[in-house]
C-alpha cells in the first residue's frame, strides 16, 4: 500500500509518531536518533589505524573517477550485477572491494553480513476510503510473509491469508479498487486473531527465534506502528512480542546508497537499481516480494540489514546504531487484552 500508506502516516491513532516522513523526528529512547552506519567496517576506532583501510580509502578514490560506463565494465568484468544508477553501481562496487581486502587481511572479526538467518518482509492490506476521515480505524484485511535466507540470498516461504475486517466488514469502492481484494474474497476469510495464530505457527515451524535468528521488515513504518498496532486493539489482542522490532527498509536504503528520504519509495527503490515491479501494485503478497528483491540487492551489494525500529509502550522509537544485536524472540500467541 505505498501511496496509501503516506496518506495514512499524519493520522492520529494513539500512536506516538511524529507527523511528517523525518527520522530525526523518531525518538530513540532518551537519546536523538544515531544514524545508522551500515557503509562502516564493524570496527572498533583504534583498529582504523590497520593498513587494509588505507588500501580501502584509495581504492573508494578509484572508485569515486570511475565514469558510469567504466564502473558498469568493471563490474560485468568482476561477475557483479552491472543495473542501477550511478551512484547504485560505484557503492556496489566500493562494496565489492572493501569485503574482498577486509578477507584477505583477516580484519572482518566480529558479526558478518549475515547477522539474521532470515528476514521476514511483511507489508499489509488494510481497509481504506478515498478519503480517510482523522479518525479512520484500518482494519488489516491482507497478512502476507516473504522469507528471505540472507545465506543463500534468495527468497526461500511465502505466505498469504486474507483476513475478515470487524468494524467496516464492507469494502469501499475504492479500496477495492486500489488492492484488488473483492469482498467475497474478505466474507469468506477468518478473523484478524485466527490468521495472527496462523502465522505465529507458520513462523514456528520454521524455528524462527529458536534454531534461527530473524527479524522483520517492512517499507516504512506504518506496518507495525499503525496498522499492526491498531489491528491489536481492534481485536482485543496484545501487541506480539515477536513484531516489536523491525528493519525499516527505506531508513536503511537512504543510509546506505546516501540518498534523501524523498527517494525511498518503493517505486524508486526498484528504478535506481535497474529492477521493474513484478506482479500487480497494491497485493500485499506482491509488495512483499518486491520489497523482498531491494533487500536482496542491498545484501548482496554489502549492506548490513539492521532492525532500526521498535514499538515500545506503543510509540515507536528509532533503534539506535550503538544497541546491541539480537534477533526477534520465538513467535508466541500474545494473548488477549484485561
Avoid at 235 to 240: A, E, L, V
Wanted: with cysteine.
Amino acid at each position: 500500500m505505498e501511496e496509501r500508506k503516506e496518506h495514512f502516516h499524519g493520522e492520529d491513532v494513539n500512536v506516538k509518531v511524529s507527523n511528517g516522513d523525518n527520522d530525526s523526528q523518531l525518538k530513540p529512547g532518551s537519546a536523538t536518533c544515531a544514524k545508522e552506519v551500515e557503509d562502516a567496517p564493524q570496527a572498533s576506532h583504534s583498529n582504523f589505524s590497520h593498513p587494509v583501510y588505507k588500501e580501502i580509502a584509495l581504492a573508494n578514490g578509484h572508485v569515486n573517477r570511475m565514469s558510469k560506463e567504466e564502473l558498469r565494465c568493471r563490474l560485468s568484468q568482476l561477475k557483479l550485477d552491472t543495473r542501477g544508477v550511478k551512484d547504485v553501481m560505484k557503492k556496489r562496487l566500493k562494496s565489492h572491494y572493501k569485503k574482498q581486502k577486509l578477507m584477505q587481511s583477516a580484519a572482518n572479526e566480529g558479526p558478518g553480513d549475515a547477522y539474521y538467518d532470515y528476514i521476514c518482509v511483511v507489508d499489509f492490506e488494510a481497509t481504506c476510503e478515498e478519503d480517510n476521515p482523522p479518525d479512520y480505524l484500518h482494519e488489516i484485511i491482507e497478512f502476507p510473509m516473504v522469507l528471505i535466507s540472507t545465506r543463500t540470498l534468495e527468497i526461500v516461504g511465502t505466505f498469504q491469508e486474507y483476513v475478515k475486517p470487524e468494524l467496516c466488514p464492507t469494502l469501499s469502492d475504492f479500496c477495492v479498487k486500489l488492492t484488488g481484494i473483492t469482498q467475497e474474497t474478505v466474507d469468506a476469510a477468518k478473523p484478524f486473531p485466527l490468521v495472527l495464530k496462523r502465522v505465529v505457527k507458520w513462523l514456528q515451524e520454521r524455528e524462527l527465534g529458536t534454531k534461527y535468528k530473524y527479524t522483520f521488515l517492512t517499507d516504512g513504518a506504518w506496518d507495525m506502528s499503525k496498522f499492526l498496532n491498531i489491528q491489536c486493539r481492534v481485536s482485543q489482542i496484545r501487541y506480539p512480542q515477536f513484531a516489536r522490532k523491525w528493519i525499516n527498509i527505506r531508513k536503511s536504503y537512504g543510509n546506505f546508497y546516501k540518498v534523501p528520504r524523498t527517494q525511498t519509495k518503493l517505486s524508486t527503490m526498484l528504478d535506481k537499481l535497474g529492477l521493474e515491479y513484478e506482479g500487480r501494485p497494491h497485493s500485499g503478497l506482491d509488495d512483499s516480494r518486491n520489497i523482498a528483491r531491494v533487500a536482496l540487492r542491498m545484501l548482496r551489494d554489502g549492506c548490513q540489514l539492521r532492525a532500526n525500529e521498535h514499538m515500545h509502550g506503543g510509540q515507536l522509537l528509532a533503534i539506535p546504531s550503538s544497541a546491541p544485536l539480537e534477533g526477534a524472540p520465538s513467535p508466541r500467541w500474545p494473548g488477549t487484552r484485561k
